[in-house]
């Protein structure tokens, strides 16, 4: 099977910008989910979704924001660019109902942003 | 507020040798602590899952530890290899319905295996 893939790999914004990150979760996971990772703060949660609905949401911003297809890719959105919002945004997709559960969260290579 | 404190930061062994990593955390009640190792670059790779109710998961040379009366969990590497360097991150989950968050990570630890 493969793995989760995410696009584009590597993003070059400017501040105030808006930009939209694709994840294609392992054939037959329902579940995915989203989190930003930075030196500082190291991985924070950003949302969960199952069949098409957001089940959690961290504590980000409305300036982030997400949906799932009902292919069950997932794309999450972050308008209006800040600078602090340079970071690896991970995919991650699981079998369950729930990336909470005991099942196994399998995480994709991230999207690596930079805002300048 | 939760936390999760990992410890240490960093940490530089020989290879062959064995280690290992500490995981405090003050979330309770919890669904269940996860380690995750996470190469430079890459995505984190779940090594194990444990419940509050086991005390000890393995896989291969990786042993997690849990005692949820301390709230502390461990993650033993035997005969390290080169490929185990790598940065080593413990998440504690709470159970469904813990909030809108519900996912405390610790900060990690960059462990580097010497020749």
């Known amino acids: 099977k493969a793995g989760v893939t995410q696009t584009p790999r590597y993003l070059i914004k400017t501040r105030g910008q808006q930009v939209t990150l694709s994840c294609s979760p392992i054939?037959?996971?329902?579940?995915v989910s989203w989190y930003q990772q930075t030196p500082g703060q190291g991985l924070q949660f950003l949302f969960e979704?199952?069949?098409?609905?957001?089940?959690n949401k961290g504590n980000f911003p409305g300036r982030f924001s997400g949906r799932q297809f009902s292919n069950s890719r997932s794309e999450m959105n972050v308008s209006t660019l800040e600078l602090g919002d340079s970071a690896l945004y991970l995919c991650?997709?699981?079998?369950?109902?729930?990336?909470?559960?005991?099942?196994?969260?399998?995480f994709g290579p991230g999207t690596r942003l930079l805002v300048l | 507020k939760n936390q999760v404190e990992q410890s240490p930061q960093s940490l530089i062994i020989l290879e062959g040798k064995n280690c290992t990593l500490q995981?405090?955390?003050?979330?309770?009640?919890?669904?269940?602590l996860r380690w995750y190792k996470q190469d430079t670059g890459r995505g984190p790779v779940s090594l194990t899952i444990?419940?509050?109710?086991?005390n000890t998961k393995s896989n291969g040379r990786y042993t997690a530890t849990l005692d949820a009366d301390t709230k502390q969990s461990s993650l033993h590497i035997t005969a390290s290899q080169l490929s185990d360097s790598a940065s080593y991150i413990c998440?504690?989950?709470?159970?469904?319905?813990?909030?809108?968050?519900?996912?405390?990570f610790g900060k990690g630890t960059h462990l580097i295996i010497q020749p």
């Open positions: 054939s037959g996971h329902r579940s």
């Open positions: 995981c405090n955390y003050t979330v309770s009640p919890f669904s269940n």
């Open positions: 979704y199952f069949s098409e609905t957001q089940r």
């Open positions: 444990m419940t509050f109710s086991e």
């Open positions: 991650a997709s699981s079998s369950g109902t729930s990336g909470r559960q005991r099942e196994t969260q399998y």
């Open positions: 998440v504690v989950i709470e159970p469904s319905g813990g909030g809108a968050d519900g996912l405390t």
